[in-house]
């Protein structure tokens, strides 16, 4: 049997507000097994921003997560020092944000984001993070992805093919 390559067992985030305690996030959990996606889905409010939020150690104070055991490769990721999660986010486990005005730059080609990142993460050189960037958009299904590459994000709005 093959272990989850995320394991999240009690997860509890809190906020403590003018209100009094608000709990948003209280024992979650749930197992990502390693080449499987996973899709959270429920209301608007609900939590699920905030559950992955709590995953990659992000949550904005005054929140934050109290208890529970989230288990990424064998890693316990509650008790890593804020330096060792800073080398994980974006190398080993990251969040695309749902904010599409802050998630990427409209004035900056989408593969050279993707490539800052690589570089900012990883030393290669810059022929190499651009190839693993055109990699990264075929993987998620982006046709010509050496073309789109040069595109801006807008021009990815409403779908990769559309008007092309």
């Known amino acids: 049997m093959s272990r989850a390559l995320l394991e999240i067992e009690e997860l509890r985030t809190e906020f403590e507000t003018d209100d009094g305690l608000s709990v948003p996030v209280d024992g979650v959990s749930f197992d990502i097994p390693s080449g499987k996606t996973v899709g959270l ?8 921003s905030l559950t992955a939020l709590s ?3 992000l949550v904005p104070p005054p929140g934050r ?3 529970g055991r989230l288990v990424f490769q064998r890693r316990e990721l ?21 904010e599409p005005m802050t998630s990427l730059n409209p004035v900056m080609r989408i593969g050279l ?3 800052e990142q690589i570089v900012l993460h990883e030393r290669v050189s810059s022929k ?5 960037a055109v990699d990264m958009l ?5 046709p010509e992805p050496s073309r789109r590459f ?3 994000p807008h021009q990815m709005s409403g779908g990769c093919g559309r008007g092309r």
């Open 41 to 48: 889905v429920g209301e608007s409010g609900c939590g699920k």
């Open 55 to 57: 995953i990659m150690r």
């Open 65 to 67: 997560t109290v208890s």
């Open 78 to 98: 509650l008790s890593l020092s804020e330096r060792r999660m800073r080398e994980l986010r974006g190398k080993e486990i990251t969040m695309i944000f749902q």
């Open 113 to 115: 984001q993707i490539v």
């Open 128 to 132: 190499e993070a651009k190839d693993r």
């Open 138 to 142: 075929a993987k998620v299904g982006i």
């Open 150 to 152: 040069y595109d801006f």
